[in-house]
């Protein structure tokens, strides 16, 4: 994902992405968010951020403690670690990463679950390069 995508995404949920900056000093065992970041395509930016803000009404509402340690592409599909939650978290990201099938990582635009070789949500022009 893009710098600028990333920002937003910190910017507009910094409880849920506050392992997304990196500081040497801490000890925690979640660095791998820090030092990668997002690592999916820009076309999966407003899934991300609507999940980011399902969750983070959810934590309002309720007063947990969620915090994202990882976003990533992996076969083809989202998948978005936190620690924390509940039932209801989970029951936001397994949807978001269901959806994420469906929606093209690059564009944007409705894609498909392409499983030749590589796995990945592609549209027709984005498969096509």
């Not at 000093?25 to 395509?41: D, N, Q, Y």
């Not at 951020?49 to 083809?76: M, P």
């Amino acid at each position: 994902m893009n710098s600028e995508n990333s920002e937003r995404l910190q910017s507009s949920f910094p409880p849920l992405y506050r392992l997304r900056k990196f500081d040497p000093l801490r000890h925690e065992t979640h660095t791998v968010f820090a030092i990668w970041g997002f690592e999916c395509g820009d076309g999966w930016m407003d899934l991300i951020y609507r999940l980011s803000q399902a969750i983070t009404a959810h934590i309002e509402s309720t007063g947990l403690d969620v915090v994202a340690t990882q976003v990533k592409e992996k076969f083809g599909t989202l998948r978005f670690y936190v620690d924390g939650g509940d039932e209801e978290v989970f029951r936001l990201i397994d949807a978001a990463e269901h959806e994420s099938a469906t929606i093209c990582e690059l564009c944007g635009a409705p894609g498909i679950l392409v499983t030749k070789g590589w796995h990945s949500t592609r549209c027709d022009s984005c498969d096509a390069r």
